[in-house]
């Protein structure tokens, strides 16, 4: 079928630099799913149990209820590490709860993923688990359903278009090195760098100015202290406490300070409409894209205006951030690595800042980001409530049980990955990626719901990574390995400290951003 530049791409997983991007054949999954924002019929879902399976009614193995509620304290508070033992001990379908209570099952098989995001999809919606999402983001397009998702999804997709790529990357690189010159500004300091929070001011700022137009200087201040104390008061598995609706009522200091946040963030989106209402910007950004709609009697109202834009800011920006940091985390643990990384930045780029167009070039560095994401996915679980009885693997899913899938624990499975927990960026070569099953590795989900803003988060880590490894090296500084704090993203567990090196080798300068 023929198809415009513009038709079906909100879903389709096309890269402006190779089909192999995310390390997936040009035939993902998501190309067929998207039929449904194609003028397709939207499928029914399968009603049969997944190829492989045994029919029966199995309960899955799994804890106890008494040894379920003796992890919970544990879960509530490292759940992909908790998840991730649960999966070693009893396998790909793993049960926890008590039926008169609610079930929970953990999928990690790859064909099972597949099942419930994209197979039979339509059975599985986001569910109350959710809510804790939706205190920051309303209805906005992580957590919306039915007829107000594919009208955000369609509404949203003009801004990821192609037309876009070579600005995006110019503003990528723009920001990138106005940072690199205050860090050069700055290097007699001889400190150490706090990477983390540079890189969530860096990109936010690019997210601000790619997608709203608006420079972070007038909001940087108020908006990033927000988002991160509202992100830190979030906590996904935490709806596994029956009590959290009632906590999260009382007049406790952090519920206060969460609540001022809000108000911070909600104050940022409402007057950047007002704004734009007010002085329109025909520019074909984000903003203009929502109030274009307004003015053709098919808009959001303000509320929705609000939940749309807040949740690309939150999930825009601060998972990029995550990747680049943890990236730079992992290359200073692996220098050997780092080495190749650079030896590529010489070999392509001989000297000169990256463009859009040398992005098909820079092989390794696109593997680096790839490997950090499976490693330290910034979604760290997906969750999702069963509709109707279903069947996985031979085994019963009661309709209202709960489905959660994490990629943090998909990615470290031995039969999809060799050595899982090593750092090996080369595994995402096209020889290495060639056999592996497409929903091994979903560090932006799958599906139809596959993220929509997969290509730009995707470039702008690439071309930031490579921007700051031509000029430096990243050294962490001397201690023990750096856990994971699982929030709405998965957050270093403490400050990720680093001392800058000239990349050339000459000198050894540190830098620290005050």
Known sequence: MSMSRHQGQDDAVVYPYGSDAIGRSADHPADKASKINRGYPIPTGSKK?????????????????????????????????????????YGDVVCLGDRRLRLFFILSHPQHIKHVLQDNYLNFSKGSIYDELRMIHGDGLVTSEGDMWRRQRKQSQPAFYHDHDEEYARIIVDATTTMLDRWTAVAQSHRALDIREEMRTLTLEILLKCLF????????????????????????????????????????????????????????????????????????????????????????????KRDAMITLVDSGFDSTAGAITWAWYLLSRNPGCARTLQAELRDVLHGRTPTFEDLPQLRYTRMVVQETLRLYPSAWAIARTVINDDEIDGYRIPAKSMIVISPYVAHRRVASWENPEGFDPERFSPERSENRSQFAYIPFGGGPRLCLGIRFALMEAELALATIAQRWRLDLLPGPPIGIKPTISLRPQSTIMMTLHSASGEGSDVVHAA
Not at 80 to 86: A, R, Y
Not at 274 to 295: I, M, T, W, Y
Request: aromatic share 6%; with cysteine.
């Open 213 to 304: 137009s608006t420079d972070l200087a007038p909001v940087a201040e108020a908006l990033c202290p927000a988002l991160d104390l509202a992100e830190k008061h979030i906590h996904l598995a935490s709806r596994l406490n029956p009590l959290k609706p009632l906590l999260e009522r009382l007049p406790t200091p952090a519920n206060l300070r969460f609540r001022r946040a809000l108000r911070t963030i909600d104050h940022f989106a409402y007057g950047i409409l007002q704004q734009r209402s007010q002085c329109p910007l025909h520019n074909g950004d984000f903003v203009s894209l929502l109030l274009a709609e307004e003015k053709n009697g098919g808009g959001l109202d303000d509320q929705h």
């Open 49 to 89: 149990p997944p190829i492989g399976t045994r029919t029966g009614q199995k309960t899955p193995p799994g804890p106890t209820l008494v040894q379920f509620f003796r992890l919970l304290p544990e879960l509530l508070r490292d759940a992909p590490h908790v998840l991730l033992q649960l999966f070693q001990e």
